[in-house]
T-cell receptor, first 109, second 114 residues
């Protein structure tokens, strides 16, 4: 079967760094996406990885290891507005996205 | 541009009634998707369309139907609603079915079936 695992909830402090992990087992792999979703809103695209390594985009970075079926999203210099759910999704062999349940990130002052 | 719009924003529906959720995009994207999102679960694909005139079943298609008469519109119909269809429904689109291109999401429709 296909499975995406990520922690249900994490708490971090404003100004700090947090790493959100995602492990996956899917039928085929055509890339991994991270999305941000604020409460009551639609998901919005953050990053895409298809090759191993780190992709940096401002305060956010995403890492992929295809051999380990593992990715993480790194958020630096946390701001209160970063309080949201972070969704990991893998594009399978049929180019459909398989979604994790999301990690709710709570930022404390 | 508006991107993707969905209507209604929210709806309370009596069990057994039918309803159509509307989705329109103005980005000329070929591929469109309907998901439902339930607490504690990831987004689950209901139906998809890779191009106008074609549709396919996703992970949870039972009780739902779709049509894709043109590029812009992708309505989702519940023929006879049941309480288990209470959920938040998101429509999404992307340029094409293959390759790297992210999905863009509409604002969602919150549906309650009583």
């Amino acid at each position: 079967g296909q499975n995406i695992d990520q922690p249900t909830e994490m708490t971090a402090t404003e100004g700090a760094i947090v790493q959100i992990n995602c492990t996956y087992q899917t039928s085929g792999f055509n890339g991994l996406f991270w999305y941000q979703q604020h409460a009551g809103e639609a998901p919005t695209f953050l990053s895409y990885n298809v090759l191993d390594g780190l992709e940096e985009k401002g305060r956010f970075s995403s890492f992929l290891s295809r051999s380990k079926g593992y990715s993480y999203l790194l958020l630096k210099e946390l701001q209160m507005k970063d309080s949201a759910s972070y969704l990991c999704a893998v594009m399978d062999s049929n180019y459909q996205l398989i979604w994790g349940a999301g990690t709710k990130l709570i930022i404390k002052p | 541009t508006a991107g993707i719009t969905q209507a209604p924003t929210s709806q309370i529906l009596a069990a057994g009634r039918s309803m159509t959720l509307r989705c329109t995009q103005d980005m000329r994207h070929n591929a469109m998707y309907w998901y439902r999102q339930d607490l504690g679960l990831g987004l689950r694909l209901i139906h998809y369309s890779n191009t106008a005139g074609t549709t396919g079943k996703g992970e949870v298609p039972d009780g739902y139907s779709v049509s894709r008469a043109n590029t812009d519109d992708f309505p989702l119909t519940l023929a006879s609603a049941v309480p288990s269809q209470t959920s938040v429904y998101f429509c999404a689109s992307r340029v094409g079915e293959e390759g790297y291109n992210e999905q863009f999401f509409g604002p969602g429709t919150r549906l309650t079936v009583l």
